[in-house]
């Protein structure tokens, strides 16, 4: 347990739906990271998040949106979901202010049908 | 455009040799570089890391190599263990980039007994 967690495991939904993804950081991380990884392809940086703001932007469509709640945990939500968006989503979460030791969930595997 | 390469998506190596992974970048403002490991059905989980002002940093059986002018960067593994078998990610950081972590897009080891 690497002390990051992911819900749900697994997702399948349809097509022009939305689903929202769920991140608990590591106790006392403050940044969390949204990655996304497609079949075939690296980590794909999405969006950061410290301590409850907007701190980066990275390749992130815009029916994806996501969130940092007061208690630091982070939701990810996909809507309008099209095929293409299959695909694994990580969750990691670090100290912040230069602590580049990302800590990794164990990601959700959404499957759009 | 990928900024962190891995050519080779996949590489065999027998147990008890070395295995050299590769990696190769484009933005000259990368400083900071470290190298990610994955196995099935869970998040990656940091390995080793290396700072630019460096060109080798050891840790047990891992070693990585950086090439500033050349702008590449290696992971040396021995002995190779099967245990090793997994997906290895290089990823880089630009110190200005609010601790944004690019991911390059992984190289899959097997290691045969």
């Known amino acids: 347990d690497s002390g990051v967690t992911q819900t749900p495991k697994h997702l399948i939904t349809a097509t022009g739906q939305r689903v929202t993804l769920r991140c608990s950081p590591r106790s006392g991380d403050l940044s969390v990271y949204w990655y996304q990884q497609s079949l075939d392809q690296g980590l794909q940086f999405l969006i950061q998040y410290y301590n409850g703001e907007e701190r980066a932007k990275g390749n992130i469509l815009e029916r994806f949106s996501a969130q940092q709640f007061p208690d630091l945990h982070s939701e990810l939500n996909l809507s309008s979901l099209e095929l293409g968006d299959s695909a694994l989503y990580f969750c990691a979460s670090t100290r912040g202010g230069g602590d580049y030791g990302y800590t990794f969930g164990s990601g959700t595997r959404l499957t759009v049908v | 455009d990928q900024q962190v390469k891995q050519n080779s998506p996949s590489l ?99 290691v045969i007994p």
């Not at chain 2, 027998?14 to 050299?20: A, D, K, M, V």
């Not at chain 2, 570089?33 to 940091?46: Q, V």
């Not at chain 2, 940093?57 to 702008?71: C, I, M, P």
């Open chain 2, 12 to 110: 065999s190596v027998q147990e008890g040799r070395i295995s050299i992974l590769n990696c190769d970048y484009t933005n000259s403002m990368f400083d900071y570089f470290l190298w990610y490991k994955k196995y099935p059905a869970e998040g990656p989980t940091f390995l080793i890391s290396i700072s630019s002002i460096k060109d080798k940093n050891e840790d047990g059986r891992f070693t990585v190599f950086l090439n500033k002018s050349a702008k590449h960067l290696s992971l040396h593994i021995v002995p190779s263990q099967p245990g090793d078998s997994a997906v290895y990610f290089c990823a880089a950081i630009e110190e200005t980039s609010y601790d944004k972590v690019i991911f390059g897009p992984g190289t899959s080891l097997s």
